[in-house]
């Protein structure tokens, strides 16, 4: 039913509006308890709007809301159960009664689309997970669930002084959205939005068991065959997810890939602060990335207009899938500029690897997704399918060196990527020897971390912190008494 309605939402000049029913996304019944117009209300959430009258489908509503950036919602509590929902817009507000099942559905449902405000009401703060130049993660605690989630605390004043900050808080925003309202198992879930006086706050699913960039510095000997598999079949999956709705990741990498739990089995990928839809030319921060990941298209294009297309992260994964394999890095260089330099060259050549550290399709799978020309790689649905992840290891027994070794066996890190050796270190891999047993005077570097676009590169670090000190920074909005 297609009915007339007047837009309410105060700032807007009035005018008339089709209101299209059939394209509500969720409805519920409330209770405006104020002296003059108490009674009954019906809510009905649409896409872009939130429309308020006296009677269902009414023609037009005491209040259609505008879901915009100038739209918060405040919930009131009692015992930790919903009481109210407060519409404010400006310096106006509206409030509605409801249960706590009403209440607790209409959060769901707005969650992803309005900025809450009061943070401190709905959760407790536990610890400081990470910190960055603009940007804090906490771990949380729902009060109500007693579930954990994941918050990035953006700062809104720095955000607001850095180049186009704003625009790309909101692709990042729009991105997560997208792929949360969809849900996959594969991608970090966004779970809802606050605002505070000082900060944004994106809640996140709480990635329990870490990064895998945490696994390969922890691991003495490289991941089997069998493992590596199944975390580039989960890699390979969640990235199809991504670019199937036309979205670039931009900067793929180990710190980027997370863990749900303890099990390999519980991949997602995480932080899409760097994302950007294909098709909204020119890109925020064409040129981005992690130097020794980044595609060397990305690297050869110097123009704000750059184009490219998903398949620059199909190369980033590429390189990942080399350092399992390998346990070295692909582009290696002291130096940031010669890394970036060799990147950007893309010479690579997997015949120096013999048979029992490579075999031919490992080679075919990972140049499949390294080709220096992006229309070369495959895209992920079709990596899905190549043999690579569906043949069985083989168990065959073969002889190298005169010694009898396991084909496929689990190696050692030939050379950590994220260990410096003072001396170069045998290349053919030894199941016998450990990380332990080697150089014991090494330094732990983060080639990751390395950044060569200060202006895009703000990157959460892993660094923990302990204590609740760093709690300071919020005062205004984490685990403060309401006045």
């Avoid at 003059?36 to 209040?63: A, D, H, M, T, W």
């Avoid at 900050?165 to 925003?173: A, H, R, V």
């Avoid at 396991?406 to 450990?434: E, Y």
């Amino acid at each position: 039913m297609r009915q007339k309605s007047q837009t309410v939402h105060e700032g807007v000049e009035r005018k008339l509006q089709a209101v299209d029913y059939d394209k509500c996304n969720y409805k519920c019944l409330l209770t405006k308890k104020k002296f003059l117009g108490r009674g009954l209300r019906y809510l009905y959430l649409f896409k872009n709007s939130i429309c308020i009258g006296k009677s269902p489908f009414v023609q037009i509503p005491e209040r259609q809301f505008r879901i915009n950036s100038e739209l918060r919602i405040k919930w009131t509590y009692t015992k930790n159960k919903l009481k109210s929902v407060i519409f404010q817009v400006s310096s106006q507000h509206y409030e509605y009664y409801g249960t706590n099942e009403q209440l607790r559905e209409l959060k769901q449902k707005c969650a992803l689309n309005v900025f809450q405000v009061q943070i401190q009401d709905e959760y407790q703060a536990e610890s400081v997970l990470g910190k960055g130049s603009y940007a804090t993660v906490l771990e949380l605690t729902n009060l109500c669930t007693n579930k954990q989630y994941a918050a990035k605390c953006i700062d809104q004043q720095r955000i607001n002084e850095k180049k186009n900050g704003q625009k790309q808080l909101q692709q990042e925003i729009e991105t997560m959205r997208i792929l949360s309202e969809q849900k996959h198992d594969n991608i970090l879930q966004l779970h809802e939005l606050y605002i505070g006086n000082q900060n944004y706050y994106l809640i996140m699913e709480m990635a329990k068991g870490g990064s895998l960039l945490a696994l390969m510095k922890k691991r003495q000997i490289l991941f089997s065959r069998k493992d590596i598999k199944l975390i580039m079949k989960q890699l390979l999956e969640g990235l199809a997810f991504i670019h199937n709705h036309n979205i670039m990741h931009r900067d793929l990498k180990p710190e980027n890939i997370l863990f749900m739990n303890k099990d390999l089995d519980s991949l997602v990928i995480a932080d899409f602060g760097l994302a950007q839809s294909v098709g909204s030319h020119p890109y925020t921060y064409p040129k981005c990335g992690t130097p020794g990941f980044v595609a060397p298209e990305i690297l050869e294009q110097d123009s704000d207009l750059a184009r490219y297309t998903v398949s620059c992260d199909i190369f980033s994964a590429g390189v990942i899938l080399y350092v399992l394999l390998v346990g070295e890095p692909l582009f290696e260089k002291k130096d940031r500029k010669e890394q970036l330099e060799l990147n950007r060259k893309c010479s690579i050549n997997l015949s120096r690897f013999p048979s029992d550290q490579l075999d031919d399709l490992e080679k075919d799978f990972l140049m499949k997704m390294l080709s220096k020309n992006p229309d070369f790689r495959w895209p992920a649905d079709n990596l899905l399918k190549h043999k690579f992840l569906f043949l069985k290891i083989l168990q065959k027994v073969k002889q190298i060196f005169k010694k009898q070794i396991i084909f496929q066996l689990m190696p050692t890190f030939s050379k950590n990527p994220f260990i410096k050796f003072r001396k170069n270190i045998n290349t053919v891999r030894d199941a016998t020897q450990t990380l332990f047993q080697r150089q014991r005077n090494c330094t732990l570097i983060m080639q990751t971390n390395l950044r060569f676009d200060k202006s895009s590169q703000e990157q959460l670090n892993t660094e923990q912190v302990n204590g609740m000190g760093s709690f300071n920074l919020y005062k205004d909005e984490i685990n403060q008494t309401n006045p």
